[in-house]
């Protein structure tokens, strides 16, 4: 902890447990604020996974008061590819940081409803909660056949193939997120962001990863 994280506000205590191990998606799910799009690509081979996403800033703040959102809005905001030589299973799923639980959403809410000032008028819809698939991605997974020898090890982004958090004992996949700003950017259609994601991916394009560990790494 920084010396001075007292005196500049930057600490704001221990993390509630309700909001410790939340996915990527269990947080899109409880956000009350977005105003960005994100394409998330996870490629699969010889057991490993490893997960980019590309993050598109959008023009116009979107503000929650019914948490969590309709499906069909979390459908407009993030989209999920999958590559590799066979199609994913649920235990692949479940290895990624875009699964959402069902009880792991509901608590966080509650929670925040509870503690957090911002959410204290959010209403919880457990009718919302029901549309999205307990233990599985909140959108429908775009598949892509691919195999190890069409580059997959030369695309590790900024893991090499000899990390062993990369491989078949690996219990969930490395994640790192690429954050892109532009207005060209927010006037794409969803589809010109998917194909402008998937491109980016396909040309072995890096992505920025910010660990959550509790010491530097």
């Given at each position: 902890?920084?010396?001075?994280?007292?005196?500049?506000?930057?600490?704001?205590?221990?993390?509630?447990?309700?909001?410790?191990?939340?996915?990527?998606?269990?947080?899109?799910?409880?956000?009350?604020?977005?105003?960005?799009?994100?394409?998330?690509?996870?490629?699969?081979?010889?057991?490993?996974?490893k997960?980019n996403?590309?993050v598109?800033?959008?023009?116009?703040?979107?503000v929650?008061?019914?948490?969590?959102?309709?499906?069909?809005?979390?459908?407009?905001?993030?989209?999920?590819?999958?590559?590799?030589?066979?199609?994913?299973?649920?235990?692949?799923?479940?290895?990624?940081p875009?699964v959402?639980?069902?009880?792991?959403?509901?608590?966080?809410?509650?929670?925040?409803?509870?503690?957090h000032?911002?959410?204290?008028?959010?209403?919880?819809?457990?009718?919302?909660m029901?549309?999205?698939p307990d233990?599985?991605?909140?959108v429908?997974?775009v598949?892509?056949?691919?195999?190890?020898?069409?580059?997959?090890?030369?695309n590790?982004?900024?893991?090499?193939?000899?990390?062993?958090?990369?491989?078949?004992?690996?219990?969930?996949?490395?994640?790192?997120?690429h954050?892109?700003?532009?207005?060209?950017?927010?006037?794409?259609?969803y589809?010109?962001?998917?194909?402008?994601?998937?491109?980016?991916?396909?040309?072995?394009?890096?992505a920025l990863?910010?660990?959550?560990?509790?010491?530097?790494?």
């Amino acid at each position: 902890m920084p010396t001075l994280s007292l005196a500049n506000g930057r600490w704001v205590g221990d993390v509630p447990q309700q909001l410790r191990d939340l996915t990527y998606a269990e947080e899109l799910l409880i956000a009350r604020y977005r105003r960005n799009y994100c394409v998330a690509h996870v490629k699969s081979g010889q057991g490993f996974l490893k997960a980019n996403a590309i993050v598109f800033e959008q023009p116009v703040l979107k503000v929650y008061d019914v948490l969590p959102p309709p499906r069909s809005e979390i459908e407009d905001c993030f989209a999920l590819l999958f590559t590799g030589p066979v199609k994913p299973t649920n235990d692949d799923y479940k290895r990624t940081p875009f699964v959402v639980r069902h009880r792991v959403v509901m608590g966080a809410l509650r929670w925040l409803q509870l503690n957090h000032e911002q959410y204290y008028r959010v209403r919880i819809s457990p009718e919302n909660m029901a549309e999205f698939p307990d233990n599985e991605p909140p959108v429908c997974v775009v598949y892509r056949n691919q195999s190890v020898a069409d580059g997959d090890e030369q695309n590790l982004a900024v893991y090499d193939v000899s990390d062993p958090r990369v491989g078949p004992s690996a219990e969930s996949c490395p994640f790192m997120v690429h954050t892109l700003s532009a207005p060209a950017l927010a006037r794409m259609s969803y589809s010109q962001r998917l194909a402008f994601a998937i491109r980016y991916f396909d040309q072995g394009g890096h992505a920025l990863g910010v660990g959550h560990e509790d010491h530097p790494e």
